[in-house]
């Protein structure tokens, strides 16, 4: 069995326990995990975060919205992760949910990559 295989298996058994969200509105009722101003454009941090999110295993979804953009990293389908960008005028506020992994390291690694470019 090959790797896209074993994660979709393994998102659907969680996904059917209730072990991680499997929507992404229920992703973002969680408590964020990163919330921050950011002085770099809606643009420029959308860019670099979907760049970031895309050298994991996953897809990445870009979505524009009249006050900024939400970038999702998904596995299998399934919502890891939700990064909302707000334009506030001269700032930008970043808020991040997820990723809900059970593997702390993969967690923060993907953090850190969102981080390094707000």
């Known amino acids: 069995m090959g790797y896209a295989q074993q994660a979709a298996l393994l998102a659907s058994a969680l ?20 919330q921050v101003q ?4 809606v643009a ?7 760049d970031k999110l895309k050298s994991f295993r996953g897809s990445v ?13 998904e596995m299998a389908g399934v919502p890891f992760m939700s990064v909302s960008i707000t334009d506030q005028g001269t ?3 970043v808020t991040t949910f997820g ?3 059970l593997n ?7 953090l850190d990559a ?4 707000i």
């Open 15 to 34: 996904a059917l326990c209730g072990c991680i969200p499997t929507k992404l509105g229920k992703l973002e009722q969680r408590s964020p995990t990163i």
């Open 38 to 41: 950011s002085a770099h454009s």
């Open 44 to 50: 420029e941090l959308s860019g670099c975060i979907s």
């Open 61 to 73: 979804n870009y979505v524009p919205r009249p006050d900024g953009a939400t970038v999702t990293y």
């Open 91 to 93: 700032t930008r506020q």
């Open 99 to 101: 990723p809900y992994s």
């Open 104 to 110: 702390k390291k993969v967690n923060r690694h993907r």
């Open 114 to 117: 969102v981080r390094t470019c």
